[in-house]
């Protein structure tokens, strides 16, 4: 991996030349349609053929969690890419709330399909290495994260003391937590969705003092 790549991957690139949101949906098909394709350059054949007791064939598995990830994927991207829209709009909490909330549907989705593919460590070695080489990696969701809290820090609605990306970071890893542990342990033994969206969105604690 370059030194640039490296570089991109480690800070969130805030590139302000903004995609409609069409076109932003195709780019993320596109790049997972890439994703998909290098997960299978490599002994993917043999993974298919391979049947795994009481389920699908890892084979089958990857094809299922990447036709999930090629529907639900540019749906929460473009989710976080509208937050620019609502800079200086309504309240910067209201604003995340159905955020998070989304964002748990998602993790819960993407969780209970991607259980089954890494199952297999080699797949799981597959994957990450078709994720660096497709540029899909977390901060695809971080970057717009970060760039709505930076703009509306910037408008005086967020506490100057907030750091951007770790707000953005703890949004995210609150939604993929609730959603971890509801499956785990089961929805009925945790508070719903959106009562721990609302949690999730106040812990942050981004109102000006």
Not at 13 to 30: C, F, G, H, N, V
Not at 104 to 128: G, H, K, M, N
Not at 140 to 160: C, F, I, M, N
Not at 169 to 179: E, I, K, P, V
């Amino acid at each position: 991996m370059t030194a640039h790549v490296r570089a991109t991957m480690a800070t969130p690139q805030l590139d302000p030349r903004r995609l409609d949101p069409y076109q932003k949906a195709q780019e993320t098909r596109r790049r997972v349609l890439e994703l998909a394709g290098l997960m299978k350059r490599e002994d993917g054949e043999n993974a298919a053929s391979s049947p795994r007791a009481g389920g699908a064939a890892p084979g089958q598995a990857v094809d299922m969690f990447l036709a999930l990830l090629q529907d639900r994927l540019p749906v929460w991207l473009r989710l976080l890419d509208d937050l620019g829209y609502l800079v200086g709009r309504g309240e910067v909490g209201g604003n995340l709330l159905p955020v998070a909330r989304a964002g748990i549907d998602y993790y819960v989705e993407v969780q209970s399909a991607a259980l089954p593919v890494f199952s297999s460590p080699s797949v799981t070695v597959r994957f990450r290495e078709a994720l660096r080489d497709s540029a899909m990696g977390p901060m695809a969701e971080v970057v717009p994260l970060t760039a709505y809290l930076s703009a509306e820090q910037r408008a005086g609605r967020v506490s100057s003391g907030v750091d951007p990306v770790a707000s953005a970071r703890l949004l995210l890893a609150g939604c993929f937590r609730h959603a971890y542990y509801e499956m785990l342990v089961g929805a009925a033994s945790l508070p719903s969705r959106d009562t721990a969206a609302g949690e999730i969105v106040r812990e942050l604690r981004l109102d000006p003092s």
